[in-house]
């Protein structure tokens, strides 16, 4: 009984198995003067929490519909229900099957539905709030003619926010398309296309017998074998009796004095799937991806912290052997989160909804050039030093 009370105990304490937290990606994680809670105002049950410290999701509350991760602009939410892999390869077999056009469905509609469409011809997700640009764009580089994504009566639903999501999604993918001069229509339906129907009816009460007879039990064992991976998991190499893990309350500043970046893997792969449809038209679009930090000259006291606490590096420091310094920006690594507006002590950056279509693919990088001005105590300018003299001392700064 003891032993069960601990694996009870353990489950509890774990991350939902559809998402997985990077804490150090989370902007609000890495400088709590961020204003970016996104994923909670999102999710669809209410299940994620911020305790001042990290990004908390409660394992019995979670569904699994992967709006977190959708509206999450650095992917500190990674979605496992399905993989983004086994997404886009289940949209491709769509495609496939009806002739070019993707068809994704949100579970609820589809469950009621389940005698009447084909599996392979649409798509299964929670909520429509699990797809992403990345997701329609990469259908549309290999091919597909448009997007149909079937939604349920969205308004009497406990999920409605994910319908939020995937409307503004929809906007982006057309604004891009726009942009490439790609036709690729994205659309939400009530309806599921007739080609997406079954041609003849399953037999439910078979299934039902079936699953009473071998099924439960199949579906007993799996779930008795996942819960202990969970624990094993949970518990790590050294077993019952290994000491957890210690919380992370510190980042590691590196040698340029900014915190470690790192670009979303989503957005490498909306990119590359905009190479692949071509030149875009030069033009700006103004999308929920990226945005075009503009920084006032007379304003701005030179303390670089922009570019410290930006997380994919789309403001880096720079300075010149005559001592010239400032941020260069690079749009296209800029993914919206606003923690530059955020912590800036001017209040000197402003962040334009626009970018240039084709600067996306070039890479194209601002410089902005600041005074130096002479340091003095308690500016950033202190606290970046103080950083610097840590380091060398192999200590850590705290955010």
């Known amino acids: 009984m003891a032993h069960l009370a601990d694996m009870l105990q353990l489950i509890s304490k774990l991350e939902s198995p559809n998402i997985t937290v990077h804490q150090e990606r ?36 979670c569904i699994g519909c992967g709006t977190c991760a959708t509206v999450c602009p650095t992917c500190a939410l990674e979605a496992h229900h399905p993989t983004d892999a ?21 579970g609820r509609l589809l469950d009621q539905a389940a005698d009447r469409y084909d599996e392979e011809r649409a ?39 994910g319908r939020a999501c995937a409307e503004e999604v929809c906007d982006t993918e057309q604004a891009l398309m726009e942009a490439w001069n790609v036709p690729f229509p994205v659309r939400l339906t009530t309806k599921i296309p007739a080609a997406a129907k079954r041609t003849e009816r399953v037999d439910h009460d078979a299934d039902r017998r079936a699953a009473l007879v071998g099924g439960g039990q199949q579906a007993a064992r799996l779930g008795a074998l996942l819960a202990e991976e969970a ?14 893990a210690p919380k992370a309350r510190y980042t590691k500043v590196m040698d340029d004095g900014t915190l470690p970046h790192f670009v979303p893997d989503r957005r490498e792969r909306l990119l590359d799937a905009l190479a692949e449809l071509g030149e875009p038209d030069d033009v700006m679009v103004a999308t929920r991806l990226w945005g075009h930090v503009i920084i006032d000259a007379d304003r701005c006291v030179s303390c670089q912290m922009c570019a410290t606490f930006c997380p994919t590096a789309a403001l880096t420091k720079f300075q010149e052997p005559d001592g010239t310094i400032g941020v260069d920006h690079r ?31 070039a890479g194209v990088t601002d410089r902005y050039v600041m005074a130096g001005r002479p340091i003095k105590h308690g500016t950033p300018h202190t606290i970046w030093q103080k950083a610097q003299t840590m380091m060398k001392t192999d200590q850590v700064y705290e955010r």
């Open 331 to 361: 749009p296209s690594d800029c993914v919206k989160c606003r923690t530059c507006e955020a912590i800036c002590p001017a209040d000197a950056i402003e962040l334009s909804e626009e970018v240039f279509a084709r600067d996306l693919l």
């Open 86 to 106: 086994a997404l886009v390869a289940a949209c491709e077999r769509s495609a496939e099957l009806m002739e070019g056009a993707v068809v994704v469905g949100c």
């Open 231 to 244: 624990v094993a998991d949970a518990l790590g190499e050294g077993g019952r009796d290994a000491e957890p």
């Open 26 to 61: 989370c902007v609000l994680v890495r400088n709590g003067n961020a204003d970016c809670l996104r994923c909670a105002e999102a999710c669809t049950s209410g299940c994620i929490t911020y305790d001042g410290e990290e990004l908390i999701v409660s394992p019995e509350r």
């Open 123 to 161: 798509v299964r997700v929670e909520c429509l709030g699990r797809v992403d640009e990345s997701l329609l764009t990469q259908c549309a580089a290999r091919g597909a003619r448009e997007a149909v994504l079937i939604h349920g009566d969205c308004e009497r639903c406990d999920y409605r926010t």
